[in-house]
Nanobody, 125 residues
């Protein structure tokens, strides 16, 4: 079992930046892919970014490419999402998710077995 706890959310003006963190406990996440998803009010949860076990492969949804960067520090059992040039449409609850060990990066929500409780990001115009 792995427990995931997100932090770093908050209120920011459009054009600003935030860095989300996802700290894992219970077991190492260093052998598996990790992902970030988000859910805006009244909308389905959507894929944001994913990273493979060593950071060598990443994927992003088109709307955040060039603005968001996913990274990980396996020595700290932590994954990050650096969000720059934030827009009001980025407002959502952001969730961290973990795939089982030895699974590669994936944009598909159903392939993730462990989820955090989320952190709210609000971008004002």
């Amino acid at each position: 079992q792995v427990q995931l706890v997100e932090s770093g959310g908050g209120l920011v003006q459009a054009g600003g930046s935030l860095r989300l963190s996802c700290a894992a406990s219970g077991r190492t996440i260093s052998t598996g892919a990790m992902g970030w998803f988000r859910q805006a009010p009244g909308k389905a949860r959507e894929f944001v970014a994913t990273i493979n076990w060593n950071g060598g492969s990443t994927q992003y949804v088109g709307s955040v490419k060039g603005r968001f960067t996913i990274s990980r520090d396996n020595t700290k059992n932590t994954v990050y999402l650096q969000m720059n040039s934030l827009k009001p449409e980025d407002t959502a609850v952001y969730y961290c998710a973990a795939r089982p060990p030895y699974r590669t990066d994936s944009p598909y929500e159903y392939e993730y077995g462990y989820w955090g409780r989320g952190t709210q990001v609000t971008v004002s115009s």
